[in-house]
């Protein structure tokens, strides 16, 4: 019976390494970071136009945000 034990164990620990070890490669590499760190790779590529964007939008619907976390446009925040 504590072999078996011994057996679940080391069955468990050896799938959690495998799982573990699929998510190692998640992420840019340090050679990609370069491609990232493009301007066009920018989620907002000219500020003053999306802030413009912004500020046509909150005139419209009187709401603020959409880009982040703020306000969910009901007005009520």
Request: net charge positive; hydrophobic share 40%; proline share 3%.
């Amino acid at each position: 019976m504590k072999i078996k034990a011994l057996h679940m164990a080391a069955l468990a620990t050896s799938a959690a390494c495998l799982l573990l070890g699929g998510c190692s490669s998640l992420g840019a590499k340090s050679w990609d970071r370069d491609l990232m760190a493009r301007r066009s790779m920018q989620p907002v590529t000219h500020p003053l136009i999306a802030g413009t964007d912004d500020h046509i939008y909150f005139s419209k619907e009187g709401a603020s945000g959409g880009r982040s976390f703020d306000g969910g446009g009901c007005g009520c925040n």
